[in-house]
């Protein structure tokens, strides 16, 4: 049952005057709940509630976190159709999705639940000690990934489950040992509730201390500030934009003590497509990028949104190809009226540019909030020279770059933004002359897809989602997969220690 209320700890709180409604974009009109803001006494005591229950959390056994996050997943289960058609009403997105996310979300919990239980992950250490070494002894030493404290979330806009309340982000921070205060995003705060009762009602189920979880609604930038701003807390993930993320890491590093802001932020995906690939088969990369371009309505961080390619006969005919099959998809409407307003501002940002050309626009009619997908391009020396070609417009969107030759091509890799992904779009006989492109790509972006598109994040030990800023504020870590995990540890060593004071995994 939705309630509009906080969780504070394991209690339904809502002590606030300030209220807001979530927003049906499909239906073009506000859901039905009313959602109180969380008060400053709300955020502090949630943040206190959390540093009291991470002493006790962080010395509960991987096995039994894992019980813990395998309890989420099933209590996610059984919210059952009010979930899916909370989601469907506070996104505008279609039920499959809904069931294809919530897979995903329950999918994540259970592999973090599978990490943890044993101790690899924490990646023990030991090295043992030297007496006789001259000139001085060899110490002891045992060193082990400990957890780092209480972790602010801010959910994502886009994933309403997979990046949200129980996603990515909390789910490796619960399973590192971390608390969890959750910054409910405003768009889809029925969703989150409904989550957060489930992963209330596992943490009593299976003995967790209260605390270990807590979900604040708000619908300004002010909850969020106080929660990254509060001492007790030791951590922050976030998904959305570049001026949010960066808010918000800047107001990190001012603390007294600075403290580590994972944001995954903006990209526009760069994909390069040779003469050869557009020579043998435009029209096949023309369909498959027009799909690209405008699944999930293009709101995807993964989202192809500039195409880089040699300028020759076959490109334009492939980029007038491009165009008609984006603009002959059906619409659909996007996450909400702001996103909406803000794919048309900045697509008109950049077609207003002199050196641009929009190649098609979706035609027909759309009624409020539906987006009109767009192609446009320009020459590379115009994309070199004017950075409002560079940005993301996040959405049914795409800038063909026709470059004039390779140096070209490799000047304007070399000077992107750092990025999640690059595309490689090649044919086999050029496989040997790919080395530069390869090269100056991997400096900019973290995951490099050859002959595919970066839509689609797969969840798996091996996937890199994060890449040079201003893709993810630490290029060093993945905020998808196993290794995500690693965001919320430290290194910590046991110097000369008796056996009897280690953790039993360092014990020889
Ligand atoms: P957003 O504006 O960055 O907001 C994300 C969350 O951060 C919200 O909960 C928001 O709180 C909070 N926030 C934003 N700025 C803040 C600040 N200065 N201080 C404290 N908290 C702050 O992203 P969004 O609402 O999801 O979507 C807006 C735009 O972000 C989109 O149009 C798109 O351009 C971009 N976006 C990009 C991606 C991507 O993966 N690349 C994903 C999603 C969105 P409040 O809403 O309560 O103010």
Known sequence: MITGKNYIGFELSAKGTKTYRTFNPKENKENEHTFTEATKDEINKAAQLASKAFKQYRTISGNKRATFLNAIADEIEALGDTLVQTYTSESGLPEGRAKGERGRTVGQLRMFAKLIENDAWREPTIDTAIPDRAPAPKPDLRQLQVPIGPIVVFGASNFPLAYSTAGGDTASALAAGCPVIVKSHPMHAGTGELVASAIIKAAKDTGMPEGVFSNLNSSGIEVGQQLVSHPKVKGVGFTGSINGGRALYDLAAKRDEPIPVFAEMGSINPVIITKKALEKRASEIASTYAGSITL?????????????????????????????????????????????????????????????????????????NYAKAKVVTAKGDAFLKNPKLHQEVFGPFSLVVQCKDEIQLLKIIENLEGQLTGTIIAEKEEYSSLSEIIESLQDRVGRIIFNGVP??????????????????????????????????????????????????????
Not at 337 to 355: D, L, Y
Not at 477 to 506: C, M
């Open 455 to 508: 839509t689609g994040v797969e969840v798996c030990d091996a996937m890199t989602h994060g890449g040079p800023y201003p893709a993810s504020t630490d290029s060093r870590f993945t905020a998808v997969g196993n290794h995500s995990i690693k965001r919320w540890v430290r290194p910590f060593s046991y110097q000369d220690f008796p056996s009897e004071l280690l953790p039993e995994v360092l014990k020889s």
């Open 296 to 368: 999930g309505t293009g709101q995807f961080c993964t989202n192809p949104g500039l195409i880089l390619t040699l300028e020759s006969d076959f490109t334009s005919i492939f980029i007038e190809d491009l165009g008609e099959k984006t603009a002959n998809i059906d619409s659909y409407c996007m996450l909400n009226p702001n996103i909406h307003s803000a794919f048309n501002k900045k697509g008109a940002e950049v077609i207003e540019q002199p050196e641009t050309t929009l190649v098609a626009e979706y035609k027909g009619n759309v009624p409020d």
